[in-house]
């Protein structure tokens, strides 16, 4: 079947912008990740959600970030007041269930380019 | 806390050859999972295998082949007879039970050379 999609595949914006980024999870999937990552580093976790709901979102750098997933599939990653500094990967994964035995399977990625 | 070291940046070896990347681990849960990523350069994160902490046998798929021992808290994973095909960067992850993000180590780019 389909794996984890993301689109855009690739978003450059303006300093100061607000962007949305997109994830599609497995079908049947109900848990779903969204990591960063930077230039040469592994995945860093930002938010987790069981459901509708964001279980964890320790990994949230600051309320400038914020994600959604409304009806238990897709979620959405938004950005206020991008910043230089939030240019990356962001990946998004998911698994069949939340536990942490659970297999996070990933997508290809959106690479954010803030000038 | 948890945490998860790949010392080896990079490696280089011709085809042909065998290869053996290093994943260290911190935790202090008795019940925990490691898991095996490739990254090629299209950027996609591959999974390639999970293990939990109550099964400390070693694993063969094909020409891959994992080493788990938790005396030395360590995970490694080893390519025979590496192929140019196996050029990319892999990832070491833990996860710890009642824990739900994934924390990788810093990624080993293999480069296979024909």
């Known amino acids: 079947g389909a794996g984890v999609s993301q689109t855009p595949s690739n978003k450059v914006t303006e300093k100061g912008k607000y962007v949305e980024l997109r994830c599609d999870p497995i079908?049947?999937?109900?848990?779903l990740y969204w990591y960063r990552q930077s230039l040469g580093q592994g995945p860093e976790f930002l938010i987790y959600f069981q459901g509708t709901g964001a279980a964890d979102d320790s990994g949230l750098p600051n309320d400038r970030f914020f994600a959604v997933r409304p009806e238990g599939s897709v979620s959405t990653l938004k950005i206020q007041r991008t910043e230089r500094g939030d240019s990356a990967v962001y990946l998004c994964?998911?698994?069949?269930?939340?536990?942490?035995?659970?297999?996070?399977?990933f997508g290809p990625g959106t690479r954010l380019l803030v000038l | 806390a948890q945490k998860v070291t790949q010392a080896q940046t990079e490696i280089s070896v011709v085809e042909k050859e065998d290869v053996t990347l290093d994943c260290v681990y911190e935790?202090?849960?008795?019940?925990?999972?490691l898991f095996w990523y490739k990254q090629p350069p299209s950027g996609e994160l591959v999974f390639l295998i999970r293990?939990?902490?109550?099964?400390?046998q070693n694993e063969i798929s094909g020409r891959y082949s994992w080493n788990f021992q938790k005396s030395t808290s360590s995970f490694n994973f080893t390519i025979t007879a590496s192929q140019v095909v196996d050029s990319a960067v892999y990832f070491c992850?833990?996860?710890?039970?009642?824990?739900?993000?994934?924390?990788f180590g810093s990624g080993t780019r293999l480069q296979v050379q024909p």
């Open positions: 079908s049947g999937h109900t848990a």
């Open positions: 992850a833990l996860n710890e039970e009642g824990r739900r993000a994934l924390t």
């Open positions: 994964a998911s698994s069949l269930l939340g536990g942490a035995s659970s297999t996070q399977y």
């Open positions: 935790t202090r849960d008795t019940t925990y999972y």
């Open positions: 293990r939990n902490s109550f099964d400390e």
